[in-house]
């Protein structure tokens, strides 16, 4: 059988526009970089699993989805031998495929068994967490209003573990509409790489509505996620402009845009590589804020800070809110004598 690969944007070819000008303005340039930024031990979790089935089992090993969303991880595994499909009716019969950090509902596992595929399950165990939360709820009958964006990843696999009782809330908006069954059982879960005050808020108004709502046992919002978040918000106070370093599809990313304007920043924009930064953003700003998305290896942040040395921000300050040293282990079927964990550290500082 063919498989087709995963529909992604067409990857840009890069054109080599003319070097950022070193423009002047009326005080110092700077830069202030965030800290923690970039890959979450999940994300490296997730990719060390792929890197480590193709030295095992060799090419191609086939993922379903983006193993994280971020288009230059997604083709730098392509170059070496990864083939990205929809859906597992896409792998051949027999051979290994790797499901993506945002996690799979149980009709994809099953599905996948039933092909006779090796699987090897890259979720994230914070979203592993959410899942057995679901099921758990689920089995004691109650309603779950599972806070997220509807066709994102992570939410079709949390909802697939109960679908019968998760409703999906999209945004705050959402939660004066939601309609329940019994508020006396009903519990809230969420997307973990939502908007925190955004969350909070459309927590808030499900409250006043239902004041019976129960939270779950722990913070689904991972502590990556959270920390990002915390960061960018200190970077944005007195930032003329904030870049954040991401892909569209990644949400994580797009908050930390939507959270450096809240906070603070006169501009703000997503790019996934340093050249798309256009010499207009620059006009008139002294302080530059950056950061990275979950999901974004350091070298693309260090590609951005050289070609902003190149117009004379060469003046960096790390702006650090938390630290992080958190490893996951590897799926079982990758783990090697004397290796139960991951090789790199958990989080790009």
């Avoid at 090993?61 to 031998?81: C, F, P």
């Avoid at 993506?100 to 090796?118: K, N």
């Avoid at 256009?278 to 530059?288: A, I, P, S």
Wanted: with cysteine; proline share 5%.
């Amino acid at each position: 059988m063919n498989s087709t690969a995963v529909s992604l944007p067409v990857p840009r070819v890069p054109v080599r526009r003319e070097r950022l000008q070193d423009n002047e303005v009326l005080g110092h340039k700077r830069v202030r970089l965030a800290a923690p930024r970039g890959y979450c031990a999940g994300v490296d979790r997730a990719v060390i699993t792929v890197e480590k089935a193709l030295d095992r089992y060799g090419a191609p090993v086939y993922v379903r989805k983006q193993i994280v969303h971020n288009i230059h991880v997604v083709r730098e595994l392509e170059a070496r031998g990864v083939i990205f499909v929809e859906e597992v009716d896409e792998v051949p019969e027999g051979a290994h495929v790797v499901f993506s950090a945002h996690g799979v509902s149980p009709a994809v596992v099953e599905a996948a068994s039933d092909r006779g595929l090796q699987a090897i399950d890259a979720s994230c165990p914070l979203v592993t967490k959410v899942h057995r939360e679901a099921k758990r709820f689920a089995r004691d009958d109650y309603q779950i209003l599972l806070v997220g964006h509807e066709g994102h990843e992570e939410v079709e696999g949390t909802a697939g573990e109960a679908p019968d009782n998760v409703t999906i809330v999209n945004n705050p908006d959402e939660a004066a509409t939601v309609e329940v069954d019994d508020p006396s059982k009903l519990v809230w879960l969420s997307q973990t790489t939502l908007s925190v005050d955004e969350t909070m808020e459309t927590v808030r108004r499900l409250r006043e509505r239902f004041p019976n709502l129960q939270d779950p046992p722990s913070d689904d919002i991972c502590y990556a996620t959270q920390n990002r978040q915390v960061a960018i918000k200190k970077v944005a106070h007195g930032s003329d402009l904030v870049i954040v370093v991401g892909s569209a599809n990644s949400s994580n990313s797009v908050r930390l845009v939507e959270v450096a304007l809240e906070y603070g920043a006169k501009a703000a924009y997503r790019v996934d590589y340093a050249d798309e930064v256009r010499q207009e953003w620059l006009d008139g700003v002294e302080t530059v804020g950056i950061t990275s998305g979950a999901s974004v290896p350091d070298v693309l942040v260090q590609q951005l800070l050289d070609e902003l040395a190149d117009a004379g921000y060469a003046d960096v300050e790390e702006v650090r809110t938390a630290e992080e040293d958190l490893i996951f282990s590897l799926p079982k079927e990758l783990r090697g004598e004397g290796e139960p964990r991951g090789g790199r550290a958990g989080a790009a500082a």
